[in-house]
Each structure stands twice: as C-alpha cells, then as structure tokens.
C-alpha cells in the first residue's frame, strides 16, 4: 500500500521541520511544504493530498480561508488545522471551513499523527483538549452524569488523555509504570467502547464523566 500523502503549511520553520520528521517517522510521504496560506493553498490544489495539515495562523491567507478554498476546490481532501489556541470561536469557524480535524499544537504529537489518520481514513479528528467545544456545539443541551464504570486511577488517566497528554507524561505524573499506563488505556477504552483516546474523551464528555 502506498504511503499516504500530506502537504504541510506551516509559517513557524522549526515547527514545521517537527511535524515534517513526526510524519515522516510514522510512514506519511511529505510531498509539499509551505509556510504562507497563499503558497499553501496553491500547493494543496497542485499536489491534490489524502490530507493537508494547515496552521491557523498564516500569513497572507489564514487556515480558515486556506480550508475554505481547498474545500470549495477539491472536497476530497482532508484538511487538519493545527493551531496554538482553543478559542470556540476558532474551533468552530474551522469546523464551518470545513475542517476535518483540529488539533492544539501544545499536545502530544501523536494526537497530530492520529488526526492524520483519521481524516486520511475518511473520518474526523478532534483533539480531546477542544472535544468539550465540539460536543457543546453538536450538544448544547447539558448531559447530567452518569454512573462511571472506571475505577479512580483509570479516571485520573482519562482526565490526563482529555489534555491532550501522552503515555509517557502520564506515567509520569501519576507515577507509574508506561505498561501499567498503556493497560489502563486499554481497559478504558474497552470500557466506553470507544476506537481511540479522541472517542473516549468525547464519550466520556457526553456521559458527564468528566468535568
């Protein structure tokens, strides 16, 4: 199977070397880069990607006006906006856009590798720091909570997967081992029947389980 293609715009250049190397290292084929809207536009349309990973704030042409003519032009791509805040108004003029995924720059990059994923697979990605944004937008009606079937050390890790935070972190923070970690990933997961850590988060918003 070939490798799925991405076309990053991206203004910060550091940045966007670590996204590059982190896609790269997880088996996406980079086939354009830009660090401007403008030229990212014109690249997205000219590559035609599975999926472009688009910074919010570019110059000469923001994420939004980039997602909207990409989108207007070739609905077939899947477009990620990455971005370092999680304002509402951000996140839901990205999803009016027509954004597919939005991630938050400050969490872990496998939430970015997911994203990519995801939206590459025809499907939508947000990141479990802005799920409370999406889920008031969808369900702005309040869910009162239920009765939680996790025990407290798999909240306590929940609650960490909801900041966007990754295994590693957690084991630190919470001060256990990466396998005991992963396992209670695992069994949260099971638990909500949900496919992924973005699922759970969202699932575990909607029940009231996390406040």
Known sequence: M?????VLVEDHALTRAGLRAALEADGFDVVAEASDGI???????REKPAVAVVDLGLPGEDGIAVTRAVKAAAPAIGVVIVTMHELDEEVLAALAAGADAYCVKSSDAAIVLDAVRAVAAGG???????????LRRFSPTAVPPTTSPL????LDVLKLIADGVGNAEI?????????????????ILEKLSASDRAHAAVTA??????S
Do not use: C, N, Q
């Open 2 to 6: 070939s490798a799925v293609r991405v």
């Open 171 to 187: 084991a630190t923070r919470l001060h256990l081992g990466l396998g005991t970690v992963k396992g209670h990933v695992r069994d």
């Open 151 to 154: 025990t407290p050390r798999e």
């Open 124 to 134: 939508a990605y947000f990141d479990p720091r802005i799920a409370h944004i999406v």
């Open 39 to 45: 030229e990212g536009e014109a690249a997205i349309l």
């Open 205 to 210: 918003l909607r029940r009231g389980l996390l």
